[in-house]
Protein backbone atom coordinates (compact mmCIF):
# COMPACT_ATOMS: atom_id res chain seq x y z
CA UNK A 1 0.00 0.00 0.00
CA UNK A 2 1.31 3.61 -0.84
CA UNK A 3 2.51 5.47 2.19
CA UNK A 4 -0.01 8.22 0.41
CA UNK A 5 -3.50 5.58 1.04
CA UNK A 6 -2.53 4.97 4.74
CA UNK A 7 -5.47 5.95 6.93
CA UNK A 8 -3.74 8.77 9.08
CA UNK A 9 -6.52 8.65 11.71
CA UNK A 10 -7.94 5.38 13.52
CA UNK A 11 -10.95 6.62 14.53
CA UNK A 12 -11.70 3.26 16.87
CA UNK A 13 -8.74 3.96 18.82
CA UNK A 14 -9.73 7.46 19.19
CA UNK A 15 -13.18 6.46 20.58
CA UNK A 16 -11.71 5.31 23.30
CA UNK A 17 -10.77 8.83 24.40
CA UNK A 18 -14.37 9.66 24.99
CA UNK A 19 -16.27 8.59 27.53
CA UNK A 20 -19.91 9.23 25.92
CA UNK A 21 -19.44 6.21 23.69
CA UNK A 22 -19.33 3.80 27.22
CA UNK A 23 -22.91 4.01 27.27
CA UNK A 24 -25.51 2.14 25.23
CA UNK A 25 -28.95 3.81 24.56
CA UNK A 26 -32.05 1.69 23.53
CA UNK A 27 -29.68 -1.14 24.52
CA UNK A 28 -27.54 0.09 21.77
CA UNK A 29 -24.14 1.70 21.42
CA UNK A 30 -24.69 4.96 20.64
CA UNK A 31 -23.94 6.10 17.26
CA UNK A 32 -22.96 9.74 17.44
CA UNK A 33 -23.86 11.40 13.84
CA UNK A 34 -25.07 15.13 15.59
CA UNK A 35 -21.44 16.49 15.88
CA UNK A 36 -22.29 19.35 13.54
CA UNK A 37 -24.83 20.09 16.35
CA UNK A 38 -21.93 19.56 18.99
CA UNK A 39 -18.83 17.56 19.26
CA UNK A 40 -18.42 15.09 22.13
CA UNK A 41 -15.81 15.84 24.90
CA UNK A 42 -12.54 13.81 24.89
CA UNK A 43 -11.33 12.86 29.06
CA UNK A 44 -8.25 15.53 27.93
CA UNK A 45 -10.39 18.18 27.73
CA UNK A 46 -12.49 17.18 30.49
CA UNK A 47 -9.78 16.35 32.98
CA UNK A 48 -8.07 19.27 31.63
CA UNK A 49 -10.98 21.45 33.53
CA UNK A 50 -11.08 19.15 36.69
CA UNK A 51 -7.32 19.80 37.12
CA UNK A 52 -8.02 23.79 36.80
CA UNK A 53 -10.53 23.39 39.34
CA UNK A 54 -8.96 21.53 41.48
CA UNK A 55 -5.45 23.22 41.38
CA UNK A 56 -5.66 26.90 39.79
CA UNK A 57 -8.69 28.26 40.19
CA UNK A 58 -9.42 32.28 41.34
CA UNK A 59 -10.77 34.99 39.48
CA UNK A 60 -7.89 36.34 36.43
CA UNK A 61 -6.70 39.55 36.36
CA UNK A 62 -7.39 40.55 39.76
CA UNK A 63 -5.38 39.05 42.71
CA UNK A 64 -1.81 39.66 43.30
CA UNK A 65 -1.44 36.59 45.20
CA UNK A 66 -0.20 33.48 43.63
CA UNK A 67 -2.99 31.19 43.08
CA UNK A 68 -4.87 34.23 41.05
CA UNK A 69 -1.99 34.14 39.07
CA UNK A 70 -1.70 30.53 37.81
CA UNK A 71 -5.16 31.05 37.33
CA UNK A 72 -4.31 34.22 35.18
CA UNK A 73 -1.39 32.17 33.13
CA UNK A 74 -4.17 29.14 32.37
CA UNK A 75 -6.31 31.75 30.67
CA UNK A 76 -3.37 33.30 28.57
CA UNK A 77 -2.08 29.98 27.57
CA UNK A 78 -5.37 29.09 26.35
CA UNK A 79 -5.31 32.09 24.30
CA UNK A 80 -1.77 31.76 22.81
CA UNK A 81 -2.81 28.52 22.26
CA UNK A 82 -5.82 30.02 20.30
CA UNK A 83 -3.64 32.58 18.61
CA UNK A 84 -1.40 30.00 17.02
CA UNK A 85 -4.19 27.41 16.06
CA UNK A 86 -5.87 30.28 13.66
CA UNK A 87 -2.22 31.75 13.13
CA UNK A 88 -3.08 35.36 14.70
CA UNK A 89 -0.29 38.08 14.26
CA UNK A 90 -1.12 38.42 18.01
CA UNK A 91 -2.59 37.12 20.92
CA UNK A 92 -4.16 40.38 21.78
CA UNK A 93 -6.48 39.84 18.66
CA UNK A 94 -8.45 36.59 20.15
CA UNK A 95 -11.48 37.65 22.59
CA UNK A 96 -13.00 35.01 24.20
CA UNK A 97 -16.73 34.87 24.11
CA UNK A 98 -19.86 32.58 24.96
CA UNK A 99 -19.70 30.97 20.92
CA UNK A 100 -19.84 32.27 17.09
CA UNK A 101 -23.10 33.45 17.62
CA UNK A 102 -21.72 36.12 20.64
CA UNK A 103 -18.57 36.68 18.35
CA UNK A 104 -20.42 38.14 15.54
CA UNK A 105 -23.38 39.59 17.73
CA UNK A 106 -20.05 41.66 18.86
CA UNK A 107 -18.95 42.61 15.43
CA UNK A 108 -22.46 43.63 14.20
CA UNK A 109 -23.27 45.94 17.05
CA UNK A 110 -19.58 47.43 17.54
CA UNK A 111 -18.60 47.61 14.21
CA UNK A 112 -21.94 47.70 12.47
CA UNK A 113 -24.22 49.93 14.38
CA UNK A 114 -21.86 52.61 14.52
CA UNK A 115 -20.27 51.87 10.33
CA UNK A 116 -23.61 51.59 8.81
CA UNK A 117 -26.43 53.77 7.27
CA UNK A 118 -28.56 54.26 4.90
CA UNK A 119 -27.62 53.47 1.21
CA UNK A 120 -25.07 50.78 2.37
CA UNK A 121 -25.47 47.54 1.49
CA UNK A 122 -25.00 44.24 4.13
CA UNK A 123 -24.57 41.26 2.07
CA UNK A 124 -24.71 37.65 3.69
CA UNK A 125 -26.14 34.26 1.87
CA UNK A 126 -28.82 32.14 1.43
CA UNK A 127 -26.89 29.33 3.11
CA UNK A 128 -26.31 30.97 6.06
CA UNK A 129 -26.99 29.41 9.84
CA UNK A 130 -29.20 32.01 11.89
CA UNK A 131 -26.53 33.02 13.78
CA UNK A 132 -24.79 35.16 10.82
CA UNK A 133 -27.84 36.59 9.30
CA UNK A 134 -30.09 37.81 12.23
CA UNK A 135 -27.75 39.96 13.89
CA UNK A 136 -26.87 41.63 10.29
CA UNK A 137 -30.46 41.84 9.24
CA UNK A 138 -31.32 43.55 12.85
CA UNK A 139 -28.43 46.18 12.32
CA UNK A 140 -29.16 47.09 8.45
CA UNK A 141 -32.95 47.59 9.65
CA UNK A 142 -31.38 49.38 12.95
CA UNK A 143 -29.02 51.66 10.57
CA UNK A 144 -31.42 52.00 7.45
CA UNK A 145 -28.97 49.97 5.55
CA UNK A 146 -30.28 47.30 2.55
CA UNK A 147 -30.14 43.72 3.61
CA UNK A 148 -28.85 41.46 0.76
CA UNK A 149 -28.52 37.53 -0.33
CA UNK A 150 -25.81 36.27 -2.15
CA UNK A 151 -28.00 33.93 -3.91
CA UNK A 152 -27.78 29.94 -4.07
CA UNK A 153 -27.36 27.17 -6.96
CA UNK A 154 -29.60 23.92 -7.15
CA UNK A 155 -26.33 22.27 -5.72
CA UNK A 156 -26.81 24.78 -2.77
CA UNK A 157 -23.24 26.66 -3.43
CA UNK A 158 -22.59 30.38 -3.58
CA UNK A 159 -23.18 31.85 -7.07
CA UNK A 160 -20.46 33.59 -6.77
CA UNK A 161 -21.22 35.07 -10.58
CA UNK A 162 -23.76 37.03 -9.33
CA UNK A 163 -21.48 39.34 -6.87
CA UNK A 164 -21.53 41.78 -9.22
CA UNK A 165 -24.51 43.46 -8.69
CA UNK A 166 -25.12 44.41 -4.73
CA UNK A 167 -24.25 47.82 -5.29
CA UNK A 168 -22.17 49.76 -1.97
CA UNK A 169 -21.43 47.11 0.01
CA UNK A 170 -20.30 47.44 3.59
CA UNK A 171 -19.88 44.07 4.92
CA UNK A 172 -19.86 40.79 3.29
CA UNK A 173 -20.50 38.11 5.95
CA UNK A 174 -20.71 34.59 5.40
CA UNK A 175 -19.41 31.44 6.58
CA UNK A 176 -16.74 29.20 5.73
CA UNK A 177 -18.91 25.10 5.78
CA UNK A 178 -22.42 25.37 5.69
CA UNK A 179 -23.80 23.70 9.13
CA UNK A 180 -26.99 22.45 7.22
CA UNK A 181 -25.08 20.59 4.38
CA UNK A 182 -22.24 20.79 4.49
CA UNK A 183 -21.01 23.56 1.68
CA UNK A 184 -17.39 24.75 1.73
CA UNK A 185 -17.02 28.45 0.71
CA UNK A 186 -14.35 29.81 -1.39
CA UNK A 187 -13.85 32.63 2.05
CA UNK A 188 -10.33 33.64 0.68
CA UNK A 189 -12.28 34.89 -2.69
CA UNK A 190 -15.04 36.26 -1.02
CA UNK A 191 -12.68 38.01 1.25
CA UNK A 192 -10.72 39.23 -1.34
CA UNK A 193 -13.77 40.54 -3.53
CA UNK A 194 -14.59 42.53 0.19
CA UNK A 195 -11.64 44.80 0.20
CA UNK A 196 -11.74 45.34 -3.69
CA UNK A 197 -14.74 47.53 -2.50
CA UNK A 198 -13.77 48.84 0.68
CA UNK A 199 -15.74 46.47 2.43
CA UNK A 200 -15.28 44.26 5.09
CA UNK A 201 -15.75 40.67 5.51
CA UNK A 202 -16.70 38.64 8.42
CA UNK A 203 -16.31 35.21 8.40
CA UNK A 204 -18.43 32.59 10.00
CA UNK A 205 -15.35 29.09 11.19
CA UNK A 206 -17.82 27.99 13.94
CA UNK A 207 -18.72 24.79 11.26
CA UNK A 208 -14.97 24.71 9.39
CA UNK A 209 -12.72 25.38 12.39
CA UNK A 210 -13.17 21.69 13.93
CA UNK A 211 -12.77 20.10 10.34
CA UNK A 212 -10.36 22.45 8.34
CA UNK A 213 -7.32 24.54 8.99
CA UNK A 214 -8.58 28.30 9.17
CA UNK A 215 -5.40 30.53 8.89
CA UNK A 216 -6.88 33.88 9.81
CA UNK A 217 -4.03 35.38 7.88
CA UNK A 218 -4.33 33.61 4.37
CA UNK A 219 -8.27 33.67 4.61
CA UNK A 220 -7.53 37.60 4.51
CA UNK A 221 -10.53 37.79 6.73
CA UNK A 222 -11.42 41.06 8.85
CA UNK A 223 -13.82 38.93 11.70
CA UNK A 224 -13.81 35.28 12.12
CA UNK A 225 -16.15 33.63 14.96
CA UNK A 226 -15.37 30.67 16.08
CA UNK A 227 -17.44 28.31 18.77
CA UNK A 228 -15.52 26.18 21.11
CA UNK A 229 -18.20 23.28 21.29
CA UNK A 230 -17.79 22.29 17.87
CA UNK A 231 -13.95 21.36 18.26
CA UNK A 232 -14.56 18.98 21.23
CA UNK A 233 -14.16 21.74 23.70
CA UNK A 234 -16.96 22.98 26.15
CA UNK A 235 -20.01 24.98 25.66
CA UNK A 236 -19.60 28.29 26.95
CA UNK A 237 -16.72 29.58 25.23
CA UNK A 238 -15.85 30.61 20.96
CA UNK A 239 -13.64 33.22 20.17
CA UNK A 240 -13.79 36.24 18.10
CA UNK A 241 -10.50 37.03 15.81
CA UNK A 242 -10.20 40.00 14.49
CA UNK A 243 -8.08 42.62 13.25
CA UNK A 244 -5.88 44.82 15.77
CA UNK A 245 -6.52 48.26 13.81
CA UNK A 246 -10.58 47.52 13.59
CA UNK A 247 -10.88 46.47 16.94
CA UNK A 248 -8.94 49.26 18.19
CA UNK A 249 -11.40 51.83 16.16
CA UNK A 250 -14.39 50.38 17.21
CA UNK A 251 -16.92 50.60 20.30
CA UNK A 252 -16.72 48.38 23.40
CA UNK A 253 -20.25 45.86 22.94
CA UNK A 254 -20.57 44.84 26.48
CA UNK A 255 -19.57 47.09 29.39
CA UNK A 256 -18.83 46.34 33.22
CA UNK A 257 -15.81 45.17 35.25
CA UNK A 258 -12.18 44.75 33.49
CA UNK A 259 -12.91 45.92 30.51
CA UNK A 260 -12.27 49.65 31.39
CA UNK A 261 -9.21 51.98 31.91
CA UNK A 262 -10.46 54.55 34.11
CA UNK A 263 -14.40 54.86 35.55
CA UNK A 264 -15.69 58.00 37.17
CA UNK A 265 -18.83 59.56 37.28
CA UNK A 266 -18.41 61.88 34.18
CA UNK A 267 -16.21 59.38 31.63
CA UNK A 268 -15.34 55.78 31.38
CA UNK A 269 -12.20 55.10 29.25
CA UNK A 270 -11.89 51.57 27.89
CA UNK A 271 -8.92 49.11 28.46
CA UNK A 272 -6.37 47.49 26.30
CA UNK A 273 -7.05 44.70 23.78
CA UNK A 274 -8.19 42.25 24.12
CA UNK A 275 -9.83 43.37 27.47
CA UNK A 276 -12.20 46.13 26.12
CA UNK A 277 -14.24 43.52 24.46
CA UNK A 278 -14.10 41.14 27.56
CA UNK A 279 -16.31 42.43 30.49
CA UNK A 280 -17.42 40.58 33.50
CA UNK A 281 -15.38 37.33 35.02
CA UNK A 282 -14.35 35.42 32.03
CA UNK A 283 -15.24 31.48 31.15
CA UNK A 284 -11.67 30.32 32.69
CA UNK A 285 -12.09 26.58 32.90
CA UNK A 286 -13.79 26.60 29.73
CA UNK A 287 -11.09 29.11 28.13
CA UNK A 288 -8.43 26.18 29.76
CA UNK A 289 -11.09 23.23 27.99
CA UNK A 290 -10.78 25.01 25.03
CA UNK A 291 -6.66 24.86 24.84
CA UNK A 292 -6.63 21.17 25.36
CA UNK A 293 -9.59 20.85 22.92
CA UNK A 294 -7.38 22.71 20.08
CA UNK A 295 -3.80 20.41 21.64
CA UNK A 296 -6.33 17.72 21.36
CA UNK A 297 -6.91 18.19 17.50
CA UNK A 298 -3.29 19.44 16.61
CA UNK A 299 -1.99 15.61 17.93
CA UNK A 300 -4.40 14.01 15.86
CA UNK A 301 -3.75 17.04 12.95
CA UNK A 302 -6.73 18.67 11.05
CA UNK A 303 -4.99 17.13 7.55
CA UNK A 304 -6.01 13.84 8.86
CA UNK A 305 -9.56 14.55 10.17
CA UNK A 306 -10.30 16.33 7.32
CA UNK A 307 -9.81 13.38 5.19
CA UNK A 308 -11.50 10.96 7.19
CA UNK A 309 -14.19 13.32 7.25
CA UNK A 310 -14.75 13.49 3.47
CA UNK A 311 -14.08 9.79 2.96
CA UNK A 312 -17.24 9.22 5.37
CA UNK A 313 -18.97 11.65 3.57
CA UNK A 314 -18.92 9.99 0.57
CA UNK A 315 -19.35 6.55 1.67
CA UNK A 316 -22.85 8.36 3.38
CA UNK A 317 -23.58 9.87 0.57
CA UNK A 318 -23.23 6.61 -1.69
CA UNK A 319 -25.09 4.67 0.71
CA UNK A 320 -28.14 6.65 1.49
CA UNK A 321 -28.32 7.38 -2.34
CA UNK A 322 -29.22 3.47 -2.46
CA UNK A 323 -32.09 4.08 -0.64
CA UNK A 324 -34.96 4.67 -2.75
CA UNK A 325 -37.28 7.79 -1.79
CA UNK A 326 -33.76 9.36 -0.28
CA UNK A 327 -32.78 12.72 -1.85
CA UNK A 328 -29.73 14.15 -0.90
CA UNK A 329 -28.94 17.65 -0.58
CA UNK A 330 -25.68 20.00 -0.97
CA UNK A 331 -22.60 19.71 -3.29
CA UNK A 332 -20.08 16.15 -4.07
CA UNK A 333 -18.12 14.66 -1.23
CA UNK A 334 -14.99 16.54 -2.62
CA UNK A 335 -16.80 19.86 -1.69
CA UNK A 336 -18.36 19.01 1.61
CA UNK A 337 -17.08 18.71 4.92
CA UNK A 338 -18.63 15.56 6.65
CA UNK A 339 -22.40 16.69 6.57
CA UNK A 340 -25.16 14.69 4.82
CA UNK A 341 -28.51 16.13 4.82
CA UNK A 342 -31.06 14.32 3.08
CA UNK A 343 -34.92 13.60 3.60
CA UNK A 344 -37.10 10.29 2.74
CA UNK A 345 -40.29 10.56 0.71
CA UNK A 346 -42.91 10.53 2.83
CA UNK A 347 -41.28 10.50 6.11
CA UNK A 348 -41.05 13.70 8.19
CA UNK A 349 -37.44 13.82 9.43
CA UNK A 350 -38.62 14.13 13.12
CA UNK A 351 -40.21 10.50 12.17
CA UNK A 352 -36.92 9.00 11.03
CA UNK A 353 -34.74 10.93 13.45
CA UNK A 354 -37.16 9.14 15.86
CA UNK A 355 -36.83 5.64 14.04
CA UNK A 356 -33.17 5.88 14.44
CA UNK A 357 -33.08 6.77 17.78
CA UNK A 358 -34.58 3.48 18.76
CA UNK A 359 -31.55 1.82 16.93
CA UNK A 360 -29.07 4.42 19.28
CA UNK A 361 -28.42 6.32 15.74
CA UNK A 362 -28.27 10.15 17.24
CA UNK A 363 -29.04 12.61 13.96
CA UNK A 364 -30.43 16.06 13.32
CA UNK A 365 -33.62 16.52 12.59
CA UNK A 366 -35.29 19.87 11.88
CA UNK A 367 -34.22 23.14 9.83
CA UNK A 368 -30.59 23.39 11.47
CA UNK A 369 -31.28 26.98 12.20
CA UNK A 370 -31.33 27.35 8.60
CA UNK A 371 -34.73 28.44 8.14
CA UNK A 372 -33.63 30.79 4.62
CA UNK A 373 -31.82 27.97 3.36
CA UNK A 374 -34.81 25.37 3.94
CA UNK A 375 -36.88 28.05 1.82
CA UNK A 376 -34.64 27.78 -1.27
CA UNK A 377 -34.28 24.19 -1.08
CA UNK A 378 -38.25 23.96 -0.82
CA UNK A 379 -38.26 22.07 2.65
CA UNK A 380 -39.72 22.79 6.13
CA UNK A 381 -36.76 20.42 7.05
CA UNK A 382 -34.18 17.93 6.75
CA UNK A 383 -32.80 14.97 8.00
CA UNK A 384 -28.67 15.99 9.24
CA UNK A 385 -25.74 12.81 9.59
CA UNK A 386 -22.31 14.85 10.73
CA UNK A 387 -19.13 12.68 11.50
CA UNK A 388 -16.23 13.65 13.06
CA UNK A 389 -12.77 12.17 14.14
CA UNK A 390 -14.50 9.52 16.36
CA UNK A 391 -16.82 8.30 13.56
CA UNK A 392 -16.75 4.94 12.05
CA UNK A 393 -18.38 3.33 8.66
CA UNK A 394 -19.95 0.77 10.73
CA UNK A 395 -22.33 3.71 12.14
CA UNK A 396 -22.82 4.94 8.66
CA UNK A 397 -24.53 1.29 7.56
CA UNK A 398 -26.09 1.71 10.88
CA UNK A 399 -27.21 4.97 9.63
CA UNK A 400 -28.52 3.38 6.27
CA UNK A 401 -29.81 0.51 7.36
CA UNK A 402 -32.49 2.66 10.34
CA UNK A 403 -33.39 4.75 7.08
CA UNK A 404 -34.30 1.78 5.65
CA UNK A 405 -36.14 1.05 8.09
CA UNK A 406 -38.06 4.34 8.59
CA UNK A 407 -38.86 4.15 4.26
CA UNK A 408 -40.66 0.88 4.88
CA UNK A 409 -42.79 2.31 8.12
CA UNK A 410 -44.50 4.64 6.41
CA UNK A 411 -44.63 2.97 2.74
CA UNK B 1 -39.86 1.38 21.01
CA UNK B 2 -40.37 2.90 17.83
CA UNK B 3 -43.40 0.00 17.15
CA UNK B 4 -44.75 1.40 20.27
CA UNK B 5 -44.62 4.59 19.06
CA UNK B 6 -45.58 4.39 15.36
CA UNK B 7 -48.15 1.52 16.55
CA UNK B 8 -50.80 0.56 13.86
CA UNK B 9 -53.31 3.85 14.71
CA UNK B 10 -51.10 6.11 14.31
CA UNK B 11 -49.55 5.06 11.18
CA UNK B 12 -53.32 5.11 9.68
CA UNK B 13 -54.82 8.45 10.81
CA UNK B 14 -51.11 9.79 9.52
CA UNK B 15 -51.55 7.99 5.79
CA UNK B 16 -54.96 8.71 5.88
CA UNK B 17 -56.08 11.54 8.13
CA UNK B 18 -60.04 12.30 8.70
CA UNK B 19 -61.51 15.51 8.13
CA UNK B 20 -58.80 16.28 5.94
CA UNK B 21 -58.96 19.65 4.54
CA UNK B 22 -59.96 23.29 5.40
CA UNK B 23 -63.76 24.22 6.04
CA UNK B 24 -64.90 26.52 3.06
CA UNK B 25 -67.58 28.01 4.98
CA UNK B 26 -65.40 27.82 8.15
CA UNK B 27 -67.29 29.99 11.17
CA UNK B 28 -63.46 29.55 13.25
CA UNK B 29 -60.02 29.85 12.11
CA UNK B 30 -56.50 28.99 13.40
CA UNK B 31 -52.96 28.52 11.84
CA UNK B 32 -49.94 27.13 13.82
CA UNK B 33 -46.39 26.41 13.90
CA UNK B 34 -43.91 24.29 15.59
CA UNK B 35 -40.77 26.22 15.86
CA UNK B 36 -38.43 23.31 16.67
CA UNK B 37 -39.61 21.16 13.51
CA UNK B 38 -41.80 23.07 11.11
CA UNK B 39 -44.59 21.24 11.97
CA UNK B 40 -47.73 23.75 10.30
CA UNK B 41 -51.85 22.89 11.30
CA UNK B 42 -54.56 24.87 10.02
CA UNK B 43 -57.91 24.28 11.64
CA UNK B 44 -60.79 25.24 10.78
CA UNK B 45 -64.62 24.87 12.52
CA UNK B 46 -68.16 24.99 11.21
CA UNK B 47 -70.58 24.86 13.83
CA UNK B 48 -73.59 23.34 14.08
CA UNK B 49 -77.34 25.98 13.81
CA UNK B 50 -77.36 26.43 17.44
CA UNK B 51 -74.15 27.93 17.00
CA UNK B 52 -72.53 26.06 20.31
CA UNK B 53 -71.73 22.56 18.93
CA UNK B 54 -69.18 21.92 16.76
CA UNK B 55 -70.44 20.09 13.87
CA UNK B 56 -67.63 19.67 11.76
CA UNK B 57 -63.64 20.61 11.93
CA UNK B 58 -61.70 20.17 8.77
CA UNK B 59 -57.64 21.03 9.20
CA UNK B 60 -54.59 21.05 6.68
CA UNK B 61 -51.00 20.77 7.99
CA UNK B 62 -47.45 19.30 7.36
CA UNK B 63 -45.04 17.53 9.67
CA UNK B 64 -44.40 14.37 11.51
CA UNK B 65 -46.61 11.90 11.78
CA UNK B 66 -47.33 12.35 15.38
CA UNK B 67 -48.69 16.05 14.99
CA UNK B 68 -50.81 15.08 11.71
CA UNK B 69 -51.93 11.76 13.52
CA UNK B 70 -53.02 13.91 16.57
CA UNK B 71 -54.93 16.50 14.72
CA UNK B 72 -56.79 13.90 12.93
CA UNK B 73 -57.28 11.92 15.57
CA UNK B 74 -58.52 15.45 17.23
CA UNK B 75 -60.95 15.88 14.90
CA UNK B 76 -62.86 13.36 15.49
CA UNK B 77 -62.96 14.00 19.45
CA UNK B 78 -64.52 17.42 18.72
CA UNK B 79 -67.07 16.41 16.96
CA UNK B 80 -70.79 16.95 18.24
CA UNK B 81 -68.99 18.92 21.69
CA UNK B 82 -69.50 22.56 22.28
CA UNK B 83 -67.09 25.55 22.14
CA UNK B 84 -66.59 25.53 25.86
CA UNK B 85 -66.43 22.04 26.31
CA UNK B 86 -63.20 21.71 23.80
CA UNK B 87 -61.80 24.66 25.11
CA UNK B 88 -61.73 23.15 28.51
CA UNK B 89 -60.88 19.46 27.32
CA UNK B 90 -57.84 17.92 28.53
CA UNK B 91 -55.00 17.54 26.45
CA UNK B 92 -54.70 13.79 28.31
CA UNK B 93 -57.72 13.24 26.78
CA UNK B 94 -55.65 12.96 23.35
CA UNK B 95 -52.96 11.40 24.69
CA UNK B 96 -54.69 9.06 26.41
CA UNK B 97 -56.31 8.80 22.41
CA UNK B 98 -52.90 8.10 20.76
CA UNK B 99 -51.81 6.05 23.77
CA UNK B 100 -47.77 6.10 23.15
CA UNK B 101 -45.27 7.42 25.66
CA UNK B 102 -43.68 11.01 24.39
CA UNK B 103 -40.77 12.64 24.82
CA UNK B 104 -41.47 16.50 26.29
CA UNK B 105 -40.13 17.65 22.45
CA UNK B 106 -42.87 15.18 20.96
CA UNK B 107 -45.42 16.18 23.25
CA UNK B 108 -45.39 19.56 21.92
CA UNK B 109 -45.86 17.56 18.10
CA UNK B 110 -48.87 16.17 19.63
CA UNK B 111 -51.06 18.67 21.02
CA UNK B 112 -50.13 21.25 18.41
CA UNK B 113 -53.60 20.87 16.94
CA UNK B 114 -55.34 20.51 19.70
CA UNK B 115 -53.85 23.68 20.65
CA UNK B 116 -54.46 25.38 17.40
CA UNK B 117 -58.20 24.58 17.33
CA UNK B 118 -58.59 25.74 21.31
CA UNK B 119 -57.02 29.29 19.45
CA UNK B 120 -59.35 29.08 16.79
CA UNK B 121 -62.19 28.58 19.27
CA UNK B 122 -61.40 31.36 21.48
CA UNK B 123 -61.23 33.80 18.20
CA UNK B 124 -65.07 32.72 16.98
CA UNK B 125 -66.67 32.43 20.74
CA UNK B 126 -64.34 34.12 23.26
CA UNK B 127 -63.55 30.68 25.21
CA UNK B 128 -61.01 30.70 27.86
CA UNK B 129 -57.53 30.31 26.36
CA UNK B 130 -55.11 29.10 28.99
CA UNK B 131 -51.31 30.55 29.46
CA UNK B 132 -50.01 27.47 27.31
CA UNK B 133 -51.69 28.15 24.79
CA UNK B 134 -51.26 31.51 24.13
CA UNK B 135 -48.13 32.07 22.34
CA UNK B 136 -49.91 30.24 19.31
CA UNK B 137 -52.45 33.15 19.29
CA UNK B 138 -50.45 35.82 17.37
CA UNK B 139 -52.68 36.58 14.48
Known amino acids: MAVGTQPKLDAHKLRADFPIFEQSFHGKPLAYLDTAASAQKPRQVIEAMSTFYETSYANVHRGVYELAERATQALEDAREKVRAFVNAASAREVIFVRNATEAINLVAYSWGLNNLGPGDVVLVTELEHHSNFVPWQYVARRTGADFRLIPLDDRGELRLDELGSFGNVKVVATGLVSNAIGTINDAAALAAWAHERGAIYVCDAAQAAPHVRVDVQALGADFVAVSGHKLCGPSGIGFLWGRAELLLGMEPFLMGGHMIRKVTAGETTWGELPAKFEAGTSPMAEAVGLGAAIDYLDAIGLEAIEQHEHALAAYALEQLAEIAGVTLYGPPADRRAGIVSFNVEGVHPHDVAQVLDADGVAIRAGHHCCQPLMGRLGVAATNRASFYLYTVPEEIDRLAAGVRRAAQLFA | ?139
Not at chain 2, 46 to 67: H, N, Q
Not at chain 2, 78 to 86: C, I, L
Not at chain 2, 99 to 123: E, M, N, Q, S
Open chain 2, 1 to 139: MTDDLYRELILDHYKNPRSYGVLDDADARAEGQNPLCGDEVTVTVKFAPDGETIDRVGFEGRGCAISQAATSMLTELARGRTATEVATLPKEELLDELGIPLTPIRLKCAILGLGVLKVALHRAKGTPLPDEWQGLDFA
